[in-house]
């Protein structure tokens, strides 16, 4: 059974930075696309940043310049560095992703177009 772990959440001021990181367990890390989404309280789930199984990388246009994802298939290990962060950046932040022999195209920043999910790691920036 493949398990989804995010890390890296915290308490940081505006401004600030963090790292997070999602280890997808298995031997087929290298074939999926994979992506942050974030779920503020009240609201939907936001497409945040995505990488597919090419290192191909879409962004939302509110983290553009801010966040970048990287992967590194050695280590099963998706990451989202954030920089500058704004309070509204607060939110819990999931890792997904999806096989691209189930779907070709991995760069969706739509959360139905994703199967499988992690449980989260929480961010919260104070102003």
């Known amino acids: 059974q493949v398990t989804v772990v995010e890390s890296g959440g915290g308490l940081v001021a505006a401004g600030g930075s963090l790292e997070l990181s999602c280890v997808i367990s298995?031997?087929?890390?290298?074939?999926?696309?994979i992506g942050w989404f974030r779920q503020a309280p009240g609201k939907g789930r936001e497409g945040v940043a995505v990488?597919?199984?090419?290192?191909?990388?879409n962004y939302a246009d509110s983290v553009k310049g801010r966040f970048t994802i990287s992967r590194d298939n050695s280590k099963n290990t998706l990451y989202l560095q954030m920089n500058m962060l704004k309070p509204e950046d607060t939110a819990m932040y999931l890792c997904?992703?999806?096989?691209?022999?189930?779907?070709?195209?991995?760069?969706?920043?739509?959360?139905?177009?994703?199967?499988?999910w992690g449980q989260g790691t929480q961010v919260t920036v104070s102003s």
């Open positions: 997904a992703y999806e096989s691209r022999y189930y779907k070709a195209y991995g760069l969706s920043l739509e959360a139905a177009d994703w199967r499988f």
């Open positions: 298995g031997d087929f890390f290298s074939t999926y696309h």
């Open positions: 990488i597919d199984a090419g290192g191909n990388e």
